[in-house]
């Protein structure tokens, strides 16, 4: 049985893929995350000792976004023929890259201000249940500024956002991939419409960013200063921990 050839990509068309394409990865969102649940309990088992609740709650999560760009790595690879940073817009440096550092502190700022007219509710979430010693902090604070930032980007601003925007034009675009951003954080503030309007403004400047400097790491950066702004504030209101 001959090997299928990898499509060519239309001259100018970017991205190559297809919203096929994304089905089948869409499809293969709950297979990687039960899979990783299975792995990362298989192997917490073998190790000496209980693990700590953050320990067992990130590993899944992450386990899970370790599959999911392995098969998007294959479609890409299989189908295109295209290595997998340069087709998701991995670009340093980029366009006015030190005013980058400033936008997602100036974004929690909006939020901040946003989140008050509209009185949203203080609602403790599933992650903050877990921030309650400083091993539990820092490991959170870390994944939080760190690979967090860069998974999303790379699903929601490498692939996804090219795709709605070259189907639905860039504002539509834009706004189409913000939205399944801000519902998958839903859940951690018990759908309060206020957060998940929140988010999806959050999501639709990180888009802008990756748009207006066409970088998917610039996206990234922003998406990091805004979460590490947001556990700056949480350290000091619980310096107590770290004293």
Same mark, same amino acid.
């Given at each position: ?7 060519? %990509? ?32 298989? *192997? ?13 709650? *990130?590993? %899944? ?6 599959? @999911?760009?392995?098969? /998007?790595?294959?479609? /890409?690879?299989?189908?295109? !023929? ?7 817009? @991995?670009? *340093? %440096? @980029? ?9 997602? %502190? ?18 403790? !979430? ?9 091993? &539990? ?6 994944? $939080? ?5 860069? $998974?999303?980007?790379? *699903?929601?601003?490498?692939? +996804? ?13 834009? $706004?189409?991939? &913000?939205?399944?951003? $801000? ?31 066409? &970088? ?10 805004? !979460? ?6 949480? +350290? ?8």
């Amino acid at each position: 049985m001959t090997r299928p050839q990898p499509l060519e %990509p239309q001259p100018g068309v970017f991205p190559p893929w297809s919203w096929t394409d994304a089905a089948v990865l869409a499809g293969l969102t709950l297979p990687c995350l039960l899979l990783a649940v299975a792995l990362s309990y298989g *192997i917490l088992l073998l190790l000496p000792g209980p693990q700590p609740d953050v320990v067992r709650a *990130i590993a %899944p999560q992450f386990g899970a976004y370790a599959l @999911w760009f392995g098969a /998007l790595w294959v479609v /890409l690879k299989q189908r295109y !023929n295209l290595a997998f940073w340069p087709s998701m817009a @991995w670009r *340093i %440096p @980029w366009p006015k890259m030190g005013l980058t550092l400033f936008v997602g %502190p100036l974004l929690v700022l909006v939020v901040a201000v946003l989140g008050e007219v509209m009185r949203t509710p203080q609602i403790e !979430n599933a992650v903050q249940r877990l921030l309650r010693d400083r091993f &539990s902090i820092l490991l959170v604070g870390f994944f $939080a500024t760190t690979l967090g930032p860069l $998974a999303e980007e790379l *699903i929601f601003r490498g692939f +996804l956002q090219p795709l709605a925007m070259r189907t639905f034009g860039s504002w539509l675009g834009i $706004a189409l991939a &913000s939205l399944p951003f $801000a519902l998958l954080h839903g859940p951690q503030y018990s759908w309060s419409w206020q957060h998940v309007l929140l988010l999806f403004l959050a999501s639709f400047v990180f888009g802008l960013v990756r748009w207006r400097t066409d &970088s998917t790491a610039a996206s990234t950066l922003t998406h990091a200063t805004y !979460n590490l702004t947001f556990f700056t504030a949480f +350290l000091l209101q619980r310096k107590d921990l770290f004293t």
